[in-house]
């Protein structure tokens, strides 16, 4: 049995910009973290004990068939397609946080099992190449409307730069900051959820038809300049406010891209937000709903949680150092 642990991601500079059809002819430049909360997958190989089924996947509901092509679950199917996996087998999904919240779950599900299949085959995959085959799976082979930050932070984990484009460049870049910095970003990061998953599969089928349009160009050239400014300041490890700044101006930019990214509920508790202490902030993902995030210091996040009565839940932020791992392996499954 193989058990991968997985971690999702927090965006904080440059989204919309880790699309192909953005980058190959545009540089980019996020900045992306992993979060101390992850995903499980947990595989095995099955025995044909049971010949009313040859592989069982559970997800949230659960799926018996006898040909792996006919699962339903699109990352399951492809990946076990990538590898050629035609033997009976069982997958287990348990996640920390809700899916379709905008923290990247679908990725990290995605990097999580193909972590755990190269265990499963007793092989050794280095981040870049779990990130790239997981990035080949769900563009290429799903077809998921996905960019490319949220498959690197799941393999990666840490706080890293992602320098893209243009063409089919990529350079991941540990973000150096110190420990005492990093504790400083921590302690003002409040992360929050609206209490709404959503399926942000149409916001950016929409974003992606706009950039192919050329409707979104001075908006995502903006986006990146900003984060390039942002970039600077952790490396000089500003103030928080100086970081907060940028947030926001990359945030009102972002709510433009599609109708849909922002919502009136979200527009008001951004207002309030704003208006008692946060210096910047936004919805996680794709928007409209899921998890969100303000940035302030540390002394104005009891009077923010007490001005955002509609909130209910407020969630503890850390950072993952780790990103996918193999928790245990057992011998009997290794090949």
């Known amino acids: 049995m193989i058990i991968s642990k997985t971690p999702y991601r927090l965006s904080l500079f440059g989204g919309g910009t880790d699309f192909p059809q953005w980058y190959n002819s545009n540089p980019s430049t996020i900045i992306v973290a992993s979060m101390d909360y992850s995903c499980y997958v947990t595989i095995s190989r099955k025995p044909n004990f049971f010949p009313e089924y040859k592989s069982r996947v559970a997800y949230g509901k659960i799926e018996h068939v006898n040909d792996n092509g006919d699962i339903v679950h699109p990352s399951v199917r492809e990946c076990l397609r990538f590898f050629n996996f035609e033997s009976g087998i069982d997958i287990y999904h348990a996640g920390d946080l809700p899916s379709r919240s905008?923290?990247?779950?679908?990725?990290?599900?995605?990097?999580?099992?193909?972590?755990?299949?190269?265990?499963?085959?007793?092989?050794?995959?280095?981040?870049?190449?779990?990130?790239?085959?997981?990035?080949?799976?769900?563009?290429?082979?799903?077809?998921?409307?996905?960019?490319?930050?949220?498959?690197?932070?799941?393999?990666?984990?840490?706080?890293?730069?992602?320098?893209?484009?243009?063409?089919?460049?990529?350079?991941?870049?540990?973000?150096?900051?110190?420990?005492?910095?990093?504790?400083?970003?921590?302690?003002?990061?409040?992360?929050?959820?609206?209490?709404?998953?959503?399926?942000?599969?149409?916001?950016?089928?929409?974003?992606?038809?706009?950039?192919?349009?050329?409707?979104?160009?001075?908006?995502?050239?903006?986006?990146?300049?900003?984060?390039?400014?942002?970039?600077?300041?952790?490396?000089?490890?500003?103030?928080?406010?100086?970081?907060?700044?940028?947030?926001?101006?990359?945030?009102?930019?972002?709510?433009?891209?599609?109708?849909?990214?922002?919502?009136?509920?979200?527009?008001?508790?951004?207002?309030i937000a704003l208006k008692n202490g946060a210096v910047g902030g936004k919805l996680m993902g794709a928007g409209g709903g899921g998890f969100f995030y303000f940035l302030a210091p540390p002394q104005k996040h009891a009077k923010l949680r007490s001005a955002l009565r509609q909130v209910n839940i407020w969630v503890p932020f850390k950072f993952a150092s780790y990103g996918s791992t193999l928790l245990n392996r057992s011998s009997m499954n290794e090949i």
């Open 102 to 271: 905008g923290i990247g779950s679908s990725s990290s599900f995605t990097v999580g099992l193909v972590k755990a299949i190269h265990g499963l085959r007793n092989a050794r995959a280095t981040k870049r190449q779990l990130a790239e085959e997981a990035i080949f799976i769900e563009q290429k082979m799903i077809k998921e409307s996905v960019g490319c930050q949220d498959q690197i932070a799941a393999a990666y984990g840490g706080l890293n730069v992602i320098k893209l484009g243009p063409g089919h460049s990529m350079k991941i870049i540990k973000l150096g900051i110190s420990f005492s910095y990093r504790e400083y970003l921590r302690r003002s990061i409040l992360l929050g959820f609206t209490g709404l998953s959503r399926d942000g599969t149409n916001i950016m089928k929409k974003h992606i038809a706009n950039i192919s349009e050329g409707k979104s160009e001075s908006m995502l050239r903006e986006i990146n300049k900003i984060s390039e400014n942002a970039y600077e300041l952790f490396k000089m490890e500003e103030d928080i406010e100086k970081i907060g700044n940028l947030l926001n101006e990359s945030w009102l930019i972002k709510r433009n891209f599609t109708p849909n990214v922002s919502n009136q509920n979200f527009n008001q508790i951004y207002e």
